[in-house]
């Protein structure tokens, strides 16, 4: 990378940090506020689960280890999960990306920028949160190792994520809306990545399958690291997720390609 293109990421990282900053509010409803509160109604389900039923232990899970997995669901879906491709799909929607086409910075570069900028300060978000967590006595077991680990996989979940988003938000070629594709595989996620429940709640046949697909990598595997807890490799897990992460790189790159085909942009 040339030092002139280093300074194009980094003066648009910038600029879309200051953006992101710029509309708190905005930030706070779209981003933050949908995993909170998504937290706290499955903290409120898991604490009548186990108090109303006299549940004592449910696959290992008590009261207290139930609560402190959802915890760091939080913590993950801050980390790895909170982009969306909405101003992606609207810059195709609209013709905005004809800039992009003539500009010495391309529409991948400026997406991909601006997703590390949002990925800085949701560090940031994520630390606070921890702490929040920490404080209230919902998390009570943390190591550096396992910090460490945990944070490492899930920046590449959130690396899988964005381009799972890029290529959703491509869409936006041949749709006029996105946002249910969006949902669709949120929904999906959300189901068979442990984040509504852990996989040993399962059945065992279906978690075998599942870990072959990049589901559980999303939220469970990064959940376990973090707990110190994660019987399977790390570096495993890390390489198919990986290996989804390039074949949604590779599907992107032919869905742009085709879109471009398409596309026309006339009065700009």
């Not at 930030?27 to 004592?56: C, M």
């Not at 799909?89 to 391309?106: H, K, Q, T, W």
């Amino acid at each position: 990378m040339s030092v002139a293109t280093a300074r194009k990421w980094g003066a648009t990282i910038r600029i879309s940090w200051n953006k992101l900053l710029s509309y708190k509010l905005n930030l706070l409803l779209l981003v933050i506020g949908p995993s909170v509160v998504f937290f706290f109604v499955k903290y409120s389900l898991w604490t009548a689960i186990f108090q109303l039923e006299g549940i004592e232990q449910l696959q290992g899970y008590d009261l207290g280890g139930m609560l402190q997995y959802q915890g760091w669901t939080l913590i993950v879906a801050l980390l790895g999960q909170g982009y969306n491709s909405m101003n992606l799909a609207e810059d195709i929607r609209l013709g905005r990306i004809s800039a992009f086409l003539v500009y010495p910075f391309g529409f991948w570069s400026f997406q991909t920028a601006s997703f590390i900028a949002f990925e800085c300060l949701q560090l940031f978000t994520a630390a606070i949160t921890l702490s929040g967590l920490l404080l209230l006595g919902i998390v009570t077991h943390l190591t550096l190792t396992s910090l460490l680990a945990g944070l490492c996989f899930s920046v590449l979940v959130s690396f899988f994520w964005y381009q799972t988003s890029y290529l959703i938000g491509l869409m936006a070629f041949w749709l006029e809306e996105t946002w249910v594709l969006r949902v669709m595989f949120l929904t999906i996620t959300q189901f068979f990545s442990g984040a509504v429940m852990p996989l040993e709640v399962y059945p065992e046949y279906l978690q075998r399958l599942l870990m072959w697909t990049p589901f559980p990598y999303l939220t469970y595997a990064p959940v376990k690291i973090f707990m110190g807890e994660y019987q399977g490799d790390i570096m495993m897990g890390a390489g198919i997720l990986s290996f989804w992460l390039g074949i949604t790189a590779l599907a992107s790159l032919a869905v742009w390609r085709r879109g471009l085909r398409l596309y026309t942009a006339a009065g700009m």
